[in-house]
Protein backbone atom coordinates (compact mmCIF):
# COMPACT_ATOMS: atom_id res chain seq x y z
CA UNK A 1 0.00 0.00 0.00
CA UNK A 2 1.53 3.24 -1.25
CA UNK A 3 0.58 6.79 -0.22
CA UNK A 4 1.40 10.28 -2.23
CA UNK A 5 1.19 12.87 -0.28
CA UNK A 6 1.08 16.23 -2.37
CA UNK A 7 2.06 19.21 -0.33
CA UNK A 8 3.45 22.61 -0.19
CA UNK A 9 0.47 24.32 -1.24
CA UNK A 10 -0.54 25.52 -4.76
CA UNK A 11 2.58 27.09 -5.12
CA UNK A 12 3.15 24.38 -6.64
CA UNK A 13 6.34 23.35 -5.10
CA UNK A 14 7.94 20.07 -5.74
CA UNK A 15 6.25 17.15 -3.94
CA UNK A 16 7.53 15.01 -1.11
CA UNK A 17 8.30 11.82 -1.90
CA UNK A 18 5.83 8.99 -2.10
CA UNK A 19 5.45 7.33 1.45
CA UNK A 20 4.97 3.44 1.90
CA UNK A 21 2.32 3.17 4.55
CA UNK A 22 1.37 0.02 6.90
CA UNK A 23 -1.91 -1.40 5.83
CA UNK A 24 -2.76 -0.87 9.82
CA UNK A 25 -2.35 3.05 9.09
CA UNK A 26 -4.84 2.87 6.28
CA UNK A 27 -7.20 0.55 7.98
CA UNK A 28 -7.22 3.68 10.49
CA UNK A 29 -7.92 6.18 8.50
CA UNK A 30 -11.09 4.27 7.34
CA UNK A 31 -12.56 2.94 10.48
CA UNK A 32 -15.08 5.69 11.25
CA UNK A 33 -17.90 6.36 14.35
CA UNK A 34 -21.29 7.85 13.38
CA UNK A 35 -23.25 9.93 16.18
CA UNK A 36 -24.19 6.53 17.66
CA UNK A 37 -21.06 5.54 18.30
CA UNK A 38 -21.59 3.04 15.53
CA UNK A 39 -18.54 1.78 13.86
CA UNK A 40 -18.22 1.30 9.94
CA UNK A 41 -14.76 -0.42 9.11
CA UNK A 42 -13.51 -0.57 5.03
CA UNK A 43 -13.90 -3.78 3.68
CA UNK A 44 -11.23 -3.33 1.27
CA UNK A 45 -7.46 -3.04 3.71
CA UNK A 46 -6.01 -1.11 1.03
CA UNK A 47 -3.08 -3.53 0.35
CA UNK A 48 -1.59 -2.21 -3.25
CA UNK A 49 -3.44 0.65 -3.64
CA UNK A 50 -1.95 3.97 -4.65
CA UNK A 51 -3.60 6.94 -2.87
CA UNK A 52 -2.72 10.53 -3.22
CA UNK A 53 -3.46 13.20 -0.61
CA UNK A 54 -3.78 16.47 -1.64
CA UNK A 55 -4.32 19.57 1.02
CA UNK A 56 -6.81 22.43 0.20
CA UNK A 57 -6.21 24.81 3.03
CA UNK A 58 -6.53 28.70 3.44
CA UNK A 59 -8.39 30.70 0.71
CA UNK A 60 -9.92 29.10 -2.50
CA UNK A 61 -8.28 31.00 -5.28
CA UNK A 62 -7.26 30.50 -8.33
CA UNK A 63 -3.91 29.14 -7.67
CA UNK A 64 -5.20 26.72 -6.21
CA UNK A 65 -7.27 26.01 -9.28
CA UNK A 66 -4.16 25.38 -10.62
CA UNK A 67 -2.79 23.12 -8.03
CA UNK A 68 -5.71 20.84 -8.28
CA UNK A 69 -5.36 20.63 -11.77
CA UNK A 70 -2.13 19.62 -11.58
CA UNK A 71 -1.97 17.00 -8.53
CA UNK A 72 -4.69 14.87 -9.87
CA UNK A 73 -3.19 14.98 -13.52
CA UNK A 74 -0.28 13.45 -11.86
CA UNK A 75 -2.74 11.41 -9.78
CA UNK A 76 -4.33 9.97 -13.03
CA UNK A 77 -1.23 9.86 -15.55
CA UNK A 78 0.06 7.05 -11.75
CA UNK A 79 -3.09 5.07 -12.05
CA UNK A 80 -3.95 5.98 -8.82
CA UNK A 81 -6.74 4.03 -6.80
CA UNK A 82 -8.11 7.19 -4.60
CA UNK A 83 -7.29 10.57 -4.43
CA UNK A 84 -8.18 11.93 -0.26
CA UNK A 85 -8.56 15.88 -0.15
CA UNK A 86 -7.80 17.25 3.03
CA UNK A 87 -9.52 20.71 3.60
CA UNK A 88 -9.25 23.46 5.77
CA UNK A 89 -10.75 26.21 4.08
CA UNK A 90 -13.07 29.56 5.14
CA UNK A 91 -13.77 29.27 1.14
CA UNK A 92 -12.77 31.85 -1.67
CA UNK A 93 -13.72 32.75 -4.92
CA UNK A 94 -17.01 31.45 -6.29
CA UNK A 95 -15.05 30.97 -10.24
CA UNK A 96 -11.83 28.89 -8.32
CA UNK A 97 -14.40 26.57 -6.51
CA UNK A 98 -16.70 26.13 -9.99
CA UNK A 99 -13.51 25.76 -11.85
CA UNK A 100 -12.11 22.75 -9.09
CA UNK A 101 -15.60 21.30 -9.18
CA UNK A 102 -15.36 21.09 -12.41
CA UNK A 103 -12.14 18.86 -12.20
CA UNK A 104 -13.11 16.86 -9.79
CA UNK A 105 -16.30 15.94 -11.67
CA UNK A 106 -14.19 15.30 -14.43
CA UNK A 107 -12.49 12.73 -12.38
CA UNK A 108 -12.68 8.79 -13.16
CA UNK A 109 -10.75 8.09 -9.91
CA UNK A 110 -12.89 7.80 -6.34
CA UNK A 111 -12.35 10.66 -4.45
CA UNK A 112 -13.23 11.52 -0.59
CA UNK A 113 -13.02 15.08 1.12
CA UNK A 114 -11.91 14.26 4.68
CA UNK A 115 -12.66 17.87 6.33
CA UNK A 116 -9.76 18.42 9.29
CA UNK A 117 -11.01 21.44 10.63
CA UNK A 118 -14.21 23.29 8.32
CA UNK A 119 -15.40 23.29 4.66
CA UNK A 120 -17.19 26.93 4.53
CA UNK A 121 -18.19 28.31 1.70
CA UNK A 122 -16.55 27.56 -1.60
CA UNK A 123 -15.05 25.03 0.75
CA UNK A 124 -18.30 23.06 1.35
CA UNK A 125 -18.80 23.34 -2.93
CA UNK A 126 -15.60 21.70 -3.42
CA UNK A 127 -16.43 19.28 -1.08
CA UNK A 128 -19.95 18.41 -2.71
CA UNK A 129 -17.59 17.53 -5.34
CA UNK A 130 -16.48 14.50 -4.38
CA UNK A 131 -17.68 11.10 -4.25
CA UNK A 132 -17.28 10.78 -0.11
CA UNK A 133 -17.21 12.99 2.88
CA UNK A 134 -15.75 12.17 5.94
CA UNK A 135 -15.08 14.30 9.02
CA UNK A 136 -13.30 14.66 12.33
CA UNK A 137 -15.80 15.41 14.77
CA UNK A 138 -15.42 19.10 15.78
CA UNK A 139 -15.53 20.45 12.12
CA UNK A 140 -18.29 21.92 9.78
CA UNK A 141 -19.56 22.37 6.26
CA UNK A 142 -21.74 25.24 5.20
CA UNK A 143 -22.21 28.90 5.51
CA UNK A 144 -21.90 29.75 1.67
CA UNK A 145 -23.88 32.36 0.88
CA UNK A 146 -21.91 34.84 -2.09
CA UNK A 147 -20.35 38.18 -0.42
CA UNK A 148 -18.47 40.51 -2.87
CA UNK A 149 -15.10 41.79 -2.45
CA UNK A 150 -16.21 44.99 0.05
CA UNK A 151 -18.14 42.45 2.26
CA UNK A 152 -21.71 43.13 0.53
CA UNK A 153 -24.05 40.69 -0.77
CA UNK A 154 -23.52 39.48 -3.97
CA UNK A 155 -26.36 40.80 -6.45
CA UNK A 156 -29.55 38.42 -6.58
CA UNK A 157 -27.98 37.02 -10.14
CA UNK A 158 -24.95 36.11 -8.66
CA UNK A 159 -26.52 34.36 -5.90
CA UNK A 160 -29.25 32.47 -7.91
CA UNK A 161 -26.46 30.99 -9.89
CA UNK A 162 -24.46 29.96 -6.91
CA UNK A 163 -27.10 28.27 -5.23
CA UNK A 164 -27.97 26.27 -8.38
CA UNK A 165 -24.30 25.51 -8.27
CA UNK A 166 -24.62 23.77 -4.99
CA UNK A 167 -27.55 22.23 -5.64
CA UNK A 168 -25.98 20.74 -8.51
CA UNK A 169 -23.18 19.83 -6.80
CA UNK A 170 -25.06 17.99 -4.15
CA UNK A 171 -27.40 16.29 -6.58
CA UNK A 172 -24.47 15.28 -8.84
CA UNK A 173 -23.43 12.56 -5.60
CA UNK A 174 -26.81 11.58 -4.51
CA UNK A 175 -26.86 13.95 -1.75
CA UNK A 176 -30.43 16.11 -1.11
CA UNK A 177 -29.91 19.03 -2.79
CA UNK A 178 -31.90 21.10 0.39
CA UNK A 179 -29.01 20.95 2.47
CA UNK A 180 -26.42 22.37 0.29
CA UNK A 181 -29.54 25.10 -0.80
CA UNK A 182 -29.87 26.37 2.58
CA UNK A 183 -25.50 26.07 2.78
CA UNK A 184 -26.03 29.43 0.34
CA UNK A 185 -29.78 30.50 0.48
CA UNK A 186 -31.15 32.61 3.64
CA UNK A 187 -34.25 32.07 2.87
CA UNK A 188 -34.64 28.52 3.52
CA UNK A 189 -35.81 27.77 6.90
CA UNK A 190 -34.35 25.01 8.78
CA UNK A 191 -34.47 25.67 12.67
CA UNK A 192 -33.87 21.88 13.46
CA UNK A 193 -30.17 22.01 12.12
CA UNK A 194 -29.55 25.67 13.75
CA UNK A 195 -30.59 27.91 10.74
CA UNK A 196 -33.67 29.57 11.19
CA UNK A 197 -35.09 32.13 8.06
CA UNK A 198 -32.17 34.43 7.47
CA UNK A 199 -29.50 32.36 8.39
CA UNK A 200 -27.38 30.47 6.35
CA UNK A 201 -26.71 26.47 7.19
CA UNK A 202 -23.62 25.21 8.55
CA UNK A 203 -23.98 21.61 9.89
CA UNK A 204 -21.33 19.92 12.34
CA UNK A 205 -19.99 16.51 11.74
CA UNK A 206 -23.04 15.21 13.07
CA UNK A 207 -25.87 16.78 11.41
CA UNK A 208 -23.96 16.37 7.88
CA UNK A 209 -24.01 12.42 8.97
CA UNK A 210 -27.58 12.76 9.51
CA UNK A 211 -28.48 13.99 6.25
CA UNK A 212 -26.56 12.05 4.32
CA UNK A 213 -23.85 14.34 3.45
CA UNK A 214 -20.97 12.68 5.41
CA UNK A 215 -20.43 9.24 5.09
CA UNK A 216 -18.39 8.87 8.32
CA UNK A 217 -16.58 10.84 11.76
CA UNK A 218 -13.64 10.03 11.88
Known amino acids: MSKHLVKGGWDLKKYVSVLLVSISIIAALFTFTN?????????????????YVIPIENEVERGLEAFIRRTTTEATENNADHIIFEINTPGGRVDAAEYIGEILQDLEIETTSFITVRALSAGSYIALNTDNIYMKPQTSMGASGVINSDGTAADQKAQSAWVASMRGAASSKDRDPLYAEAMANAEID???YGAPEGDFL????????????????V
Open 190 to 192: LPE
Open 35 to 51: SFQTKVIAEDSGEGKLV
Open 202 to 217: TLDANNAVEVGYAQGI
